[in-house]
Structure formats: C-alpha cells, structure tokens
C-alpha cells in the first residue's frame, strides 16, 4: 500500500484521535490526492469541503500542511483560496508562491495587501507577468522590488528596469541585485553605472555584454582604483596581472580594448594582456616590446597575440611615444603621462586609418 495514499487506517486513525498530526496527515494525503486527479467528481467535492473545514482548523500546523499540499494544485475553489491567502504568513506564503491559477488581477490585489511577506511571494512566482513586474517596481516597497529583480524567470522589460534604476539609485541592495542578473538593459546599465561600487563595475564588465566605449570606461576606472591604491608605484603588477586573467578568463579581453589600454599609456595591462593572449612570458613580452631594433619581433608577438593588423600602426606609435615621454612625467601624475601619450597618438593617425573613428573619438573623450 502506498503511504502517501489516504486509506481506512487514516480515517480509523483521526476517528480514534483528532490529533493536530492525525489530521495533518490526512490534510497532505487528500492534497496530493487532489493535485494527481485520482478521485472521482463525487469524491473531488467531498475533499473540497474538506479543505473549507480544514482551512478554519484552529491549529496552525494543520493550515499549514494543508496549504503546503495544495500549492502545487490548480483551479481550487475560490473560497478556499481566499481562505489560505488571508491567513497568516507562515500558511499563505508558501501558497502564494506556487500556486499557478492566480490571475494578474489577483495577485495586483495582493500586492496592495498590508503584509510585506506576502508580497515578496508574488514577486518571486516564477513566469511572473510583464504586467504585474511594473506594477512592482511602481508601487512597492524596496524590499519587494529586490525580490523582483533577483527573480530571472520573472517577465521584466526595460520601462520596469528603467523605474526601478530612477527610483532607488541610492539603494545598494537593488543595484547590487540588478547587476548580478544575467542580462540587464544597457539604458539601465548607463543609468546606475555611476553609482556602483568599485566591484560590482567590475563585475559587470566581467558579465555582461556592454558596449565598448562603456566597457573600456569601466575597466578604465577599475584600472585606476588599482593605481591609486598603490603608493609606492604607479601600477601593481599583481593586482594588473588579477585584473587582466579576470577579463581574459570572462572572454572579455578584446583587441579592442588591448589596443586602447596603451593608447593611453596604460603599459603595464597592455604588457599583461600581451602575455595572456599569446601566452608568451612576461619578461620575454617585455624584452620584445623595449627592443626598438626588433619591430619584426613585435609584429610577431601581436601576431600571436591575434590583435589585428590594421592597428600596428597605432600600437607601434603609442609604444614609441612611452619610450619618448618615459620619463618626463613624475610616476605618481600618471594621468599627465596618459594625455601626453593620447595627444601624441592623435596626432600621428589624424591624417591616416590606423584608429577607427570610435576609438579616436574614445580618446579624444579621454583628453577633454
């Protein structure tokens, strides 16, 4: 016999004893009775007014399992749903969760219900509306809105995003759950970029898919939080070289953003980069790019490294500029020597192809 089926023992047993377990038991039985659709119309009625009696159970725990049975069942009569959902938390929490025949209409009455719980139930319902997702982020509470946005299987288009990104800009809860879904709107990205942490730009630019400009402006300050936590020189190898293999290993290391590093002076991630690419040590890379007698070796190294032909021009510039101006500006006013090195470079591909238009107006952006 099966014992999760509802059999005579049961009945002699609650007859016998009208214990808080005994009827618990029988409450979860006909529950997952009901929800398999192994009972005749006659005994489908007879367990639904068992559930109206059980749903007015003085003792909790029998509510409880009781709504814990019936959560994953669909189309229960609707007082018998009213009933669960204006219980206490621990009874109609679980409920409101799972259960799938709530309309929009239904849960939207919810989420103007008084108990904060039950509304970060509805905001967690997987296959949540669009529709209910905006009103969410309109009319709730931070705490519910965090929930909606942790909620990936949740229907939220861009207006939703958007409301949420304007209304709580300074909430470090909400922003830190919205950079850590796994696809973000890039309007909503620009708009709390400004306010995010060290690390969790970071991490967005290890985890999403953003424009290049956005892109090389995040690892830009990244790169720059890293300098100026450094007091006895410029630049941390290690902590260059972490930030380098975090990029490479999250496939966002691109040519791209290679080529803008030394534009700007930035040697040492261009030299790591180098080193991850082509997997060429980095005392070799060094050797290779110092050596001013050896452009072939260079060319060979980028070659390796896959960066495109088409801006050797550029880097061969940029690298002659650093062996130039090396030394005329003081370590600590790095961002000096940057726009030294970005002037020099305009000025050697204004009347050539060797940058693109975007990157030239990239740095351009950097000496303005």
Request: glycine share 2%; charged share 30%; aromatic share 8%.
């Amino acid at each position: 016999m099966d014992e999760n089926s509802l059999n005579r023992q049961d009945a002699l047993n609650l007859a016998k004893n009208v214990s808080v377990e005994n009827k618990a038991t029988v409450a979860r039985k006909i529950g997952a009775a009901y929800k398999e659709k192994t009972f005749s119309a006659q005994a489908v009625k007879l367990a639904e007014d068992i559930f109206r009696i059980m749903v007015r159970d003085t003792e909790i725990k029998v509510r409880e399992v009781l709504s814990d049975s019936l959560k994953h069942c669909a189309d229960l009569p609707k007082d018998v749903v009213a009933a669960i959902i204006n219980d206490k938390d621990s009874v109609a929490v679980p409920f409101l969760q799972y259960y799938t025949s709530l309309t929009n209409e239904d849960m939207i009455k919810i989420l103007n219900m008084p108990g904060i719980n039950k509304q970060k139930a509805i905001a967690k319902r997987d296959g949540l509306s669009a529709e209910v997702s905006q009103y969410i982020a309109e009319k709730c509470p931070g705490e519910v809105v965090s929930e909606l946005v942790s909620n990936e299987k949740a229907d939220i288009r861009e207006q939703a995003f958007d409301t949420i990104a304007t209304k709580y800009a300074e909430n470090n809860e909400i922003k830190e759950r919205l950079v850590h879904r796994s696809e973000l709107p890039v309007s909503v990205i620009e708009k709390i970029v400004d306010k995010l942490s060290y690390r969790l730009k970071t991490y967005l630019v290890l985890n999403h898919n953003l424009p290049k400009d956005l892109a090389s402006n995040l690892v830009d300050e990244v790169k720059e939080k890293i300098t100026l936590s450094i007091s006895e020189e410029y630049s941390s190898d290690n902590q260059i070289e972490e930030l380098v293999h975090q990029l490479y290993k999250a496939n966002r290391l691109t040519p791209g953003l290679v080529v803008r590093s030394i534009c700007l002076g930035d040697l040492k991630f261009f030299e790591y980069a180098i080193v991850y690419l082509s997997e060429t040590p980095i005392a070799e890379v060094r050797k290779i790019l110092f050596n001013s007698q050896a452009d072939f070796m260079i060319r060979n190294l980028l070659r390796k490294a896959f960066i495109p032909k088409s801006v050797f021009p550029a880097i061969f510039s940029a690298l002659k500029v650093i062996r130039e101006i090396k030394f005329d500006c003081a370590r600590s006013d790095r961002k000096a020597f940057g726009h030294k090195v970005v002037e020099r470079i305009l000025s050697f591909t204004q009347n050539n192809d060797e940058l693109s238009q975007d990157d030239i107006k990239y740095l351009v952006s950097k000496i303005n």
